[in-house]
């Protein structure tokens, strides 16, 4: 029998549905192993550790919803299952598919077109901590198979760049030889763990995170059924160190804290959890009421997730983090899920039970600092928005080696620190990193400088952020002098790599129009008296449609603003912004004269 095609327009309530029907069909038709992905199975109910992913997808479908492009290339085939093909694709020197660009990620490997016409790889280094001859051999490594210098990045990682395909496996297979890692540190995984740069050295810590972010770190590589998230997901540790590691922006912000004797529960030092930061869309991790022993926070922390495998939205990649799914349903009852999935309750205190946490110092990731090891001292080292060629790693290693205890340890402010170095060592240590041509002196304008990979190399971004950060501070710095401190952000894109709206001055990248025509420039949008930590909040925005060549002069004159009107030496440029809206700060700034 002819069936004839309807000649009819559905409406988009007719689609929804008739898509739900097949795909209702096509259910039924997996359960009685008549085909699809479990065919021959005879069972519907999906298994092996990608078990709660394809339920949260099925139900999507069943909804008569769409899956996100993303969430079909997994459901095609698993990144992981694709290894030889990858291998194939750097035999032939060929760029990979707009899917396997994606599934690629899961290794590591970003191609960047039309940027640049290759990779860029990021590792997985835990608490930032790598030994010196894994630093020299990463120099080794870019030397032959990439550009050859790194950044360190805003997660206190390292992304090598100018990876040929033909390079990519050989690349990777590397990293893992120098016993580091590069899996997981890209799309819909749990990205590197941050935790305190001063763990274990630092005078005023409350506890050592390395320990714990090592083990959430080897808990991620060793169950596969935590990849493949609805979106990317950050994870924290902050040891209340001088150092900030900026744990509120996180989608879980484990903070050590010393809970108060009488509150019923053991006093001593705890986790203070925190959910849902993503500054990015304006929202920082949310206070809970709950702490967790250090000993469990693998454990809470996989729960969480969990939840989020099952919740997140997989339809809408704009609102697939845990933020949106707490903003859903409300806290708690997001927190009784995690109870759930945890199988017991978490601990909830009063903020009274909770005593104050010792303050950041926010140069202390630059120069010599005491440690709390008599005799010995961290130094902090100077790169210039985070670059740092081959010779120089090769040169910091050494350092590290002879002067120091042999570890390197990234901060999120895009450098580096030496630790373990004598007393007695400091001066060559300093005289050694000044040959190789950098420094451990930075002005407050150049020591919180700060820009994401920018146009030159990321297809996202609206702005070339490192060339006009740099030009920034070439700028400002004979011009202005600042003896408070001060964060200066540029970031590409809404991703905000960078972290524009935490910061006392904060540029988003844009395409700023000109003329009468339809042409544009690139530039910025302003944003001022952002903040982190106990001084957590999201910036004001004070000039739109900047173009980038006046950045510099814009960013000279705000400061002169804040110079000529702060109440008092001691005011910081983040109080003096917050005293103001961003018409009149924009007002102060355009009175003064640029130089």
């Given at each position: ?208 995170t390395r320990e714990y972010a090592r083990e959430w770190h080897y808990h991620i590589l060793n169950d596969r059924s935590l990849t493949g ?129 010792p303050a950041f110092d926010r140069m202390a990731h630059i120069g010599v600092h005491q440690q709390k090891q008599e005799g010995l001292n ?218």
């Amino acid at each position: 029998m002819k069936i004839e095609p309807l000649s009819v327009d559905f409406s988009d309530e007719q689609k929804r549905y008739l898509e739900g029907f097949a795909t209702g069909l096509q259910i039924s038709k997996v359960g009685r192993g008549l085909g699809g992905a479990s065919a021959g199975k005879g069972n519907a109910e999906p298994s092996g550790p990608e078990a709660a992913h394809i339920k949260a997808q099925d139900k999507v479908l069943a909804s008569g919803k769409k899956l996100a492009d993303q969430e079909k290339f997994k459901r095609d085939e698993h990144p992981f299952d694709a290894y030889s093909r990858l291998k194939e694709q750097a035999h032939d020197n060929a760029p990979p598919s707009p899917a396997d660009n994606f599934r690629w990620r899961y290794y590591g490997l970003f191609y960047v077109a039309p940027a640049q016409d290759s990779y860029m790889c990021r590792l997985r280094i835990p608490n930032g901590i790598l030994k010196h001859w894994q630093l020299s051999g990463m120099a080794d490594l870019a030397e032959r198979l990439c550009g050859p210098f790194s950044h360190v990045t805003t997660r206190a990682n390292l992304q090598v760049r100018e990876i040929p395909p033909k390079h990519a496996v050989a690349l990777i297979e590397g990293i893992q030889d120098l016993g580091l890692c590069s899996r997981g540190s890209g799309a819909d995984n749990i990205r590197n763990v941050t935790g305190t740069p001063t763990a274990g050295i630092d005078p005023q810590e409350l506890l050592d995170t390395r320990e714990y972010a090592r083990e959430w770190h080897y808990h991620i590589l060793n169950d596969r059924s935590l990849t493949g998230l609805p979106r990317k997901f950050n994870v924290a540790f902050d040891g209340a160190g001088k150092i900030a590691v900026l744990e509120d922006t996180n989608d879980i912000a484990f903070a050590a804290i010393e809970v108060n004797d009488g509150f019923g529960v053991e006093p001593g030092i705890w986790f203070r959890l925190g959910i849902g930061g993503i500054t990015g869309h304006k929202d920082f991790a949310r206070e809970t009421g709950i702490i967790v022993r250090p000993a469990d926070a693998t454990k809470v922390a996989d729960a969480i997730v969990r939840v989020f495998i099952d919740l997140g939205d997989r339809t809408n990649r704009l609102k697939a983090r845990l933020k949106y799914v707490i903003d859903g349903m409300g806290m708690e009852k997001f927190l009784t899920l995690v109870e759930e999935k945890l199988g017991q309750a978490l601990t909830r205190v009063p903020g009274e039970a909770l005593a104050p946490r010792p303050a950041f110092d926010r140069m202390a990731h630059i120069g010599v600092h005491q440690q709390k090891q008599e005799g010995l001292n961290w130094i902090g080292v100077a790169l210039p928005l985070g670059k740092v060629t081959c010779e120089q790693m090769h040169g910091l290693a050494k350092i590290a080696h002879d002067l120091g205890d042999g570890d390197i340890r990234l901060t999120v402010w895009q450098n580096l620190l030496i630790p373990g170095v004598r007393d007695e060592n400091v001066g060559l240590a300093v005289a050694a990193i000044e040959a190789i041509g950098l420094s451990t002196n930075a002005s407050q304008i150049r020591a919180g400088l700060i820009a994401c990979t920018g146009n030159a190399g990321c297809k996202f971004a609206a702005s070339d952020t490192k060339r006009h950060a740099a030009a920034i501070g070439d700028w400002c710095e004979p011009r202005v002098e600042i003896n408070t401190p001060l964060n200066i952000h540029l970031t590409g894109c809404h991703h905000s790599c960078a972290q524009h709206y935490i910061s006392d001055i904060g540029l988003i990248g844009a395409k700023v129009p000109v003329g009468e025509e339809d042409d544009t420039v690139e530039g910025y949008h302003l944003f001022a008296g952002g903040g982190f930590g106990p001084n957590a909040d999201v910036g004001q925005e004070v000039y739109h449609d900047l173009r980038a060549e006046d950045a510099p002069k814009t960013v000279e004159k705000l400061l002169k603003a804040y110079l000529a009107h702060r109440a008092s030496p001691d005011e910081t440029f983040l109080t003096f912004a917050r005293r103001h809206d961003g018409e009149t700060l924009r007002q102060l700034a355009e009175a003064e004269a640029s130089t």
